[in-house]
């Protein structure tokens, strides 16, 4: 059971330079278009900005100790279905079995050593694992954390050779798109590990299901994404839906609204106007920047941590069946006239520094700690 453990883990090491690894083609080719919908399932794939006018798709494999009939065998596993209808074009590109980012089959790599590695990776995220974390924190993560795993790889290969028994296959997936088509972008993904770092989506449609999807920038945008993790950097006038997902990070929220169930989801900061209805799952909420203006939270069975503004805010806390953890203590407030919402707790302004902006919660049956930065 454990090896199988770091197995698994070992996927998320990107595998990039391997002297013997051989690279195959699987698909390539260049379209022109207006508007695009890409319906993915079971592929790791890289978004990138074109440096033209047009689409382009290069998908290659690097195999290592594959036989020609093992990589012919791989490459039937995929399914690429893409054409254009009145300048739009469609998009379908799946493959039967999930491919991960790096795979091993007949591995000899000891469990021990898998843990060094694992333990090694681990240590390397400490700084987005602290309990408090700046803005600049996550914008740092979010800009490094490819090199990190890079870094990562290179110690995997110097000290942990790959021996000749073992087969080896690494993706390499990049779709290049026109900065004016990430405008009214529509992308369905199922079983996928997106990454858009360095691009902004405007008035676009996301939805993504038991994925991993990491996005720079999102402006007047509909996200939803379900039983999955991922890394927005910016959200920005967007409306987003997260359900079932085990990790959640946005750098900046920003005149947004958020349709949260049964997630774990860390913000970095609220920079501006927002709303979040949530049921049963759990926050934090690192900072408020200088002007945020108005945050309203309305949940049930929410586990709330919130770092307080910095600058003078006022609070206030309708509800019932809550807890607020203040200084350490806690004060718990049940029903009054039965399930009848009332005003748990008030914080008014001092008058002391400049004002922020007003942070409301309507809450039912949960728990919000009040931390110190």
């Known amino acids: 059971m454990k090896l199988l453990f770091y197995k698994v883990c070992l996927v998320f090491f990107t595998l990039t330079?391997?002297?013997?690894?051989?690279?195959?083609?699987?698909?390539?080719?260049?379209?022109?278009?207006?508007?695009?919908?890409?319906?993915?399932?079971?592929?790791?794939?890289?978004?990138?900005?074109?440096?033209?006018?047009?689409?382009?798709?290069?998908?290659?494999?690097?195999?290592?100790?594959?036989?020609?009939?093992?990589?012919?065998?791989?490459?039937?596993?995929?399914?690429?279905?893409?054409?254009?209808?009145?300048?739009?074009?469609?998009?379908?590109?799946?493959?039967?079995?999930?491919?991960?980012?790096?795979?091993y089959i007949n591995s000899e790599i000891k469990t021990k050593e898998?843990?060094?590695?694992?333990?090694?990776?681990?240590?390397?995220?400490?700084?987005?694992?602290?309990?408090?974390?700046?803005?600049?924190?996550?914008?740092?993560?979010?800009?490094?954390?490819?090199?990190?795993?890079?870094?990562?790889?290179?110690?995997?290969?110097?000290?942990?050779?790959?021996?000749?028994?073992?087969?080896?296959?690494?993706?390499?997936?990049?779709?290049?798109?026109?900065r004016k088509l990430l405008s009214n972008f529509y992308l369905n993904a199922d079983n996928c590990n997106i990454k858009m770092n360095d691009l902004t989506l405007k008035q676009s449609k996301v939805f993504v299901n038991d994925s991993s999807i990491k996005i720079k920038k999102t402006e007047n945008s509909n996200i939803t994404i379900h039983n999955g993790t991922g890394f927005i950097k910016e959200l920005e006038s967007t409306i987003a839906t997260l359900r079932n997902n085990s990790s959640f990070k946005i750098g900046i929220l920003s005149n947004s609204n958020l349709i949260t169930e049964n997630t774990r989801l860390n913000i970095g900061e609220i920079t501006k106007f927002s709303d979040i209805k949530d049921y049963n799952s759990k926050f934090i909420f690192n900072n408020f920047g200088s002007n945020f203006d108005t945050f309203n939270f309305k949940g049930e069975y929410s586990n709330l941590k919130i770092y307080p503004p910095k600058n003078d805010y006022t609070l206030k806390a309708y509800g019932n069946s809550c807890s607020f953890i203040i200084n350490g203590i806690t004060s718990k407030y049940g029903?009054?006239?039965?399930?009848k919402k009332y005003l748990m707790l008030k914080v008014k302004r001092k008058m002391k520094k400049d004002f922020a902006g007003n942070i409301k919660f309507d809450v039912i049956n949960s728990i919000i700690t009040f931390k110190d930065s």
């Open 114 to 178: 898998l843990s060094k590695i694992l333990t090694k990776y681990v240590k390397s995220n400490i700084a987005l694992n602290k309990e408090y974390q700046t803005k600049q924190d996550f914008l740092n993560y979010f800009n490094t954390e490819e090199k990190r795993i890079e870094d990562y790889t290179k110690t995997l290969k110097k000290d942990y050779s790959l021996k000749d028994n073992v087969l080896v296959s690494s993706p390499d997936f990049i779709i290049s798109v026109p």
């Open 335 to 339: 029903n009054k006239k039965g399930d």
């Open 17 to 103: 330079t391997i002297n013997s690894f051989a690279q195959t083609t699987i698909y390539k080719n260049s379209f022109s278009a207006k508007s695009l919908d890409f319906n993915l399932k079971n592929i790791p794939v890289k978004f990138i900005e074109s440096k033209d006018d047009k689409i382009h798709f290069n998908f290659s494999i690097h195999f290592k100790n594959y036989t020609h009939k093992q990589q012919d065998s791989i490459k039937s596993l995929f399914n690429f279905d893409i054409e254009t209808r009145n300048n739009k074009l469609f998009v379908s590109i799946k493959s039967k079995n999930n491919l991960t980012t790096i795979q």
